[in-house]
């Protein structure tokens, strides 16, 4: 069964509208709807903003039997490798706020007792192409955020997927990544183009959903 991990309604809508609503519960304070659509059997959770709350969505769906979580929504483009309302698959992520670097000498990201600071996700066969995402707590125009971004490879920013994919390493499951861009860095306030180009990004993202929840399983 796929367990999805939504950050906000707005973007579980667009799976919610298509969903056989079997069951309402609430898991770990979050909303958890059991049901299927496009002939697969889902959990949804709508987990809610940043990456505490991702984990803890991650939780719900896991314990009520998962065996693949998917992550999905809109997220913002880093530079010339991502295109506005555009749908990206993702193939590793990294949380660029989590800083042990003075402890264990690895790169910004590396989780303790772990040698690389990136978290694979599993590679959805999709047609779609494959970036980099990074998470972190926080929705800004930094330079030196951007710069640091940039430096670790990322070519697209959230405030969950990292959350979920480390949650999903330690309990053995597959998590699935994609995303639709929102707003692109460099292209004015992220936060009026996140406004303006939401609701496009995630049509874009509800038409490819049937192919990625039957990549997903």
Do not use: W
């Not at 590679?123 to 926080?138: F, H, Q, V």
């Amino acid at each position: 069964m796929i367990g999805c991990v939504i950050a906000m309604d707005i973007e579980a809508d667009i799976l919610l509208d298509q969903m056989e609503i079997e069951n309402i519960a609430t898991i770990h304070g979050k909303p958890l709807y059991t049901g299927a659509a496009f002939g697969k059997k889902l959990l949804l959770c709508v987990c809610g903003v940043g990456k505490v709350n991702a984990a803890a969505g991650t939780c719900a769906v896991l314990e009520k039997g998962a065996d693949v979580v998917l992550n999905f929504g809109v997220a913002g483009g880093l530079g010339a490798n991502t295109e506005l309302t555009e749908v990206y698959r993702i193939d590793k992520a990294v949380q660029y706020d989590f800083d042990l670097v003075q402890l264990n000498g690895g790169k910004i990201g590396t989780l303790d007792g772990e040698d690389d600071n990136m978290l694979p996700l599993h590679r959805l066969a999709l047609d779609i192409p494959a970036r980099t995402l990074a998470s972190g707590d926080r929705f800004n125009d930094s330079a030196a955020d951007h710069d640091l971004l940039i430096s670790l490879g990322a070519d697209i920013r959230d405030m969950e997927g990292a959350a979920v994919a480390q949650v999903c390493k330690y309990a053995g499951v597959p998590c699935c990544s994609v995303k639709a861009i929102s707003d692109v860095y460099g292209a004015g306030s992220t936060t009026e183009q996140y406004l303006t180009n939401r609701a496009k990004a995630l049509l874009n993202l509800k038409a490819s959903l049937k192919e990625i929840l039957e990549a997903a399983e």
